[in-house]
């Protein structure tokens, strides 16, 4: 079921359509791979009235000197290192710097979190002691995060082996285990070390084609995944479509509705 957050103190009827912006530009989609997709994140600003701009430098996209033509940005994941020293992960880091000096809205999720953290001038490293987070995890709010948006989902999804410490300046908005920074802000600038984004179909394809990480220390066996899925997905999902619709508007997300705030329970 669809729950559509309309603002911070109203959940308007499931069978009602997507509300749509008064800002038709698009949101630039950098991803990573050729089989890639924004997945549930494309969807959500799909419905929020946003054409999606994709584009992938490492095969050659090239990417835009102004944000002034999108609504905002999103760099997405990918097993790549923010570390490694292909050419296309230099200049998606170093391009980073646009929304950053521009102001605009600007979302990285996992890899796209530690190119945010890099420009920002922050360390990424694999876990001190080879762990890794794959499958749902807990995670915390910290103050500035329950500032933001009063309720977090209890446990989000994760796929990583590094994680990166928190920027100068930054603030940070949730706190995790074995990877302490899981999400952070900088003016318009936010990264999330989870992975909001992933759909049924790519938990399979994940967990089938990268069966290999299900055996890393710290990993969650792959049926513990589905069942967890089960769980703890719906608040992940609300959560995420009320996170986005505000961050492209700039407005606070101020406190929960009733549904984000059960579907957590």
Not at 37 to 54: E, F, K, M, Q, S
Not at 94 to 111: H, N, Q, S, T, Y
Not at 211 to 231: M, T, Y
């Amino acid at each position: 079921m669809l729950v559509r957050l309309t603002d911070c103190g109203r959940v308007a009827s499931p069978a009602l359509q997507p509300a749509k912006t008064n800002d038709p530009r698009p949101v630039l989609i950098v991803l990573h791979q050729e089989t890639s997709t924004p997945g549930r994140v494309g969807n959500a600003l799909r419905a929020l009235g946003h054409p999606l701009d994709i584009r992938r430098p490492r095969f050659g996209d090239p990417l835009p000197h102004s944000l002034d033509d999108h609504a905002g940005a999103v760099i997405f994941g990918g097993p790549m290192s923010a570390n490694d020293p292909d050419d296309y992960i230099r200049r998606e880091i170093d391009w980073i710097a646009v929304p950053l000096k521009e102001r605009r809205p600007f979302l990285g999720i996992c890899l796209g979190a530690q190119m945010l953290a890099k420009q920002l001038g922050a360390r990424v490293a694999p876990h001190q002691h080879g762990r890794a987070e794959v499958g749902y995890y807990d995670i915390r709010p910290t103050a500035a995060g329950r500032a933001m948006c009063a309720h977090w989902p209890r446990q989000v999804y994760h796929w990583h082996v590094e994680g990166f410490e928190l920027p100068a300046g930054a603030d940070l908005l949730a706190e995790g285990g074995d990877f302490p920074v899981q999400a952070i802000r900088n003016d318009t600038a936010y990264g999330f070390q989870f992975h909001p984004d992933v759909t049924s179909a790519m938990m399979h394809r994940w967990t089938t084609e990268g069966h290999d990480r299900l055996s890393l220390p710290g990993a969650r066996p792959r049926r513990e995944h589905f069942a967890d899925r089960a769980v703890h997905d719906l608040a992940e999902r609300i959560w995420l479509e009320h996170f986005l619709d505000h961050w492209l508007s700039r407005t606070p997300l101020g406190e929960p509705v009733a549904a984000l705030r059960e579907a957590a329970e």
